[in-house]
């Protein structure tokens, strides 16, 4: 485990800054994770002893202040704006996502961050990739802006390192499904309404059309993840800010079989949206081998347990 002193989250109350601060809190104590959002309010789940303060990642002031008065020593920055919003308002996506990556790049390299972790996602590819097992080195053609900003993300962790000696971190995300917070946003978020909807209503209609395969990951899994490659050896990596991950596939109506051995009368249909086109420009499956190789990753979830563990969890809640 690396020594971390102080451990700073931002977008901590998202779909992933939720689950991945409470871990922190479990492996590094609640007293170090120092988490942050731009939400007024933390919910109950964190109780009472948990650190919060409210930060816009863009108030450069307010993120040095927190750095120094806690004596920061890494940083995990999942603030962003996803795709599907991103869509909607590119130029606001630009200025979150850009503004805040180089806010931290600015401090971490000022306060001499030990680590920094700023994930990227499938959204970085577009134009001209295999559709499948899409490799580790491929060319990086988004379409939206919310994958521009994800290759100048990965760009950027790369330069800082041979620049500034930072030694900053990420991982290409595949959509990730969750029990816990609801999804902030993204092209994928229908992965996770309809585990809602299946167990509420017994029928969901997919903004993403039958036959899109997307690559997919279980939310322990993505934590699993972030925190192996925090905590691997710099000497064991080859990449920067851009391993490719990967757990499993699915079309709509793929998980939406896997949801009926469940909920025999589940019933999907289909009214695709503006995020079809950009479900359209990623990949079907990605492959994860150099992730694999050098620091030893490989998901413990696919789709079947997956979807078992989603429903009974979701089960006892939602009513
Ligand atoms: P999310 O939308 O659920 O959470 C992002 C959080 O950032 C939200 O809580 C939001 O309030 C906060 N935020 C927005 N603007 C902010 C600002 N100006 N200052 C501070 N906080 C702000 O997103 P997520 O799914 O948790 O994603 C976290 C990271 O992982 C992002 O970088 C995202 O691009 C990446 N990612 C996510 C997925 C996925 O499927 N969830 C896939 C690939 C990559
Ligand atoms: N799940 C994310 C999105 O759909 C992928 O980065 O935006």
């Keep these: 485990m690396v020594n971390y002193k102080k451990i700073l989250v931002t977008g901590g109350l998202g779909q992933i800054g939720s689950e991945l601060s409470l871990e922190l809190q479990k492996r590094y104590g609640i007293e170090n994770v120092i988490i942050t959002d731009i939400k007024n309010e933390i919910p109950e789940v964190f109780g009472n002893n948990s650190i919060y303060i409210k930060l816009d990642v863009m108030d450069y002031a307010k993120l040095e202040e927190i750095i120094k008065k806690y004596e920061i020593d890494a940083i995990f920055h999942l603030a962003a704006i996803l795709s599907g919003r991103g869509e909607e308002n590119p ?31 499938m959204a970085a590819w577009g134009i001209g990739i295999p559709k ?51 999804p902030g946003g993204g092209t994928t978020d229908y992965a996770v309404e ?53 757990a499993f596939s699915f079309a709509p109506e793929e998980i939406a ?3 009926k051995k469940f909920i025999p009368d589940f019933e999907i249909d289909y009214k695709p949206d503006f995020r079809q086109k950009i479900a359209e420009s990623w990949p079907s499956s990605i492959d994860d081998s150099v992730a694999r190789k050098d620091w030893g990753w490989s998901p413990d979830y696919d789709i079947a347990t997956m979807t078992k563990d989603m429903i009974e969890k979701l089960s006892k809640r939602i009513k």
């Design 194 to 246: 309809i585990f809602y909807e299946a167990i509420k209503n017994k029928k969901y209609t997919s903004y993403i059309d039958k036959g899109t395969k997307l690559p997919m990951m279980y939310m322990p899994d993505c934590i699993k993840a972030t925190i192996m490659l925090m905590e691997a050896d710099i000497n064991q990596l080859t990449c920067h800010g851009d391993y490719n991950l990967a």
């Design 91 to 121: 130029f606001w996506c630009w200025d979150v996502n850009m503004n805040g990556n180089m806010n931290i790049f600015k401090a971490a390299i000022e306060y001499k961050i030990k680590r920094v972790f700023i994930p990227s996602s």
């Design 132 to 182: 499948e097992n899409v490799p580790q080195d491929s060319v990086l053609r988004p379409t939206s802006m919310y994958g521009v900003t994800k290759v100048a993300g990965e760009k950027l962790c790369e330069y800082m390192f041979h620049k500034y000696n930072l030694d900053c971190r990420g991982l290409r995300y595949p959509g990730i499904i969750s029990s816990e917070a609801l």
């Design 257 to 259: 079989a896997e949801i």
